[in-house]
């Protein structure tokens, strides 16, 4: 694995998803195979779990690791080719990330959407320059359209949580719902394509559910089911995962604050009992009620918990691969 920035870098998901189990039942097993190797986390946007749990998963395998919120902390970075800097932009990405390669075996880049140009965004500009000239392995922290360490920790606590009784075959072939849900600001959709992503390939019964005009990018969301009714999609559900994120067609705007759409007990009350999931962080009352979150059936502290899991298991594969290559 050369990179993680989507599931197409990665051969068998599940070749991720059963080590991060394992991971977690020894974490410091292997905690000589990062020795020496530095892990830089480059931050253009606010994080709390990806930062802090990347950078457990890395010292738990022996790494150094450096953090800088390029944004606030670097100088102001020009994207494009050509440009004739003599406006706001201090240094090319082209010298910022080859020097940040110099320091870091392996380097993570957080950068959100803009949400304003759909092509700029969809293009992932600024993750593919980090590709082109930081010259090792890029591992998204959250990038314009998707944040496969949140979906990874999300496929683990799924497998985690699904009980192995093949008696119940509802349990061993999981109903997941992702459900959008309410939010004040526009918000990417990074979160649900990449959900959408990984749960197509599990062996799962996956439904989605939002409002009409914000269905998600095809490319992402395949031949996923489509339910516009929300209460017929959670019937029946064993896993509830919602996310607000802003419209794709129109791009990048908030269509609808519909109220009903939050989750809520009675919502629950359709389910098979579900789980309830959300990436965090969350807005209470808006998203999710306080007494479904609280509830005994949100499993959101643990799925952040297995954040670090996932990571470590990514991280491994990438520091082996750098093994091999000699680097
Ligand atoms: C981000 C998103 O992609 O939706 C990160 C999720 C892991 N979420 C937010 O930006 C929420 C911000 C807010 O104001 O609620």
Partial sequence: MKHFTSIQDVANPNDLIAPALEIKKTPYSTSQLGMHKTLGLIFFNSSLRTRLSTQKAAQNLGMDVIVMNVSSDGWALEMEDGTVMNGNTAEHIKEAAAVMGQY?????????????????????????????????????LESATLHPLQSLADMVTIQELKPNNKSVKSWT??????????????????????????????????????PENYELAESFSGN????????????????????NWSSYHNYGQVLSNDESWMITKEKMSFTNNAKFMHCLPVRRNVVVSDDVIDSNNSIVI???????FAAQAVLKELLKSIEKNGQ
């Fill in 104 to 140: 870091c075996d392996i380097l993570g880049v957080r950068t959100f959407a803009g949400l304003k140009d759909r092509k700029y965004d969809y293009e992932e500009v600024i993750l593919n320059k980090f590709k082109q000239y930081a010259n090792c392995p890029i591992l998204s």
């Fill in 224 to 243: 996923a089911k489509i339910e516009y009714n929300q209460n017929k999609a959670f019937e029946n559900a064993d896993f509830i995962y919602a996310k």
């Fill in 302 to 308: 643990q799925q952040a918990g297995n954040r670090v």
């Fill in 173 to 210: 072939r999981p109903k997941v719902v992702l459900t959008w849900a309410p939010h004040p600001k526009a918000l990417p959709q990074a979160v649900a394509n990449s959900f959408c992503e990984w749960i197509t390939k599990q062996d799962v019964e996956f439904v989605l559910t939002h």
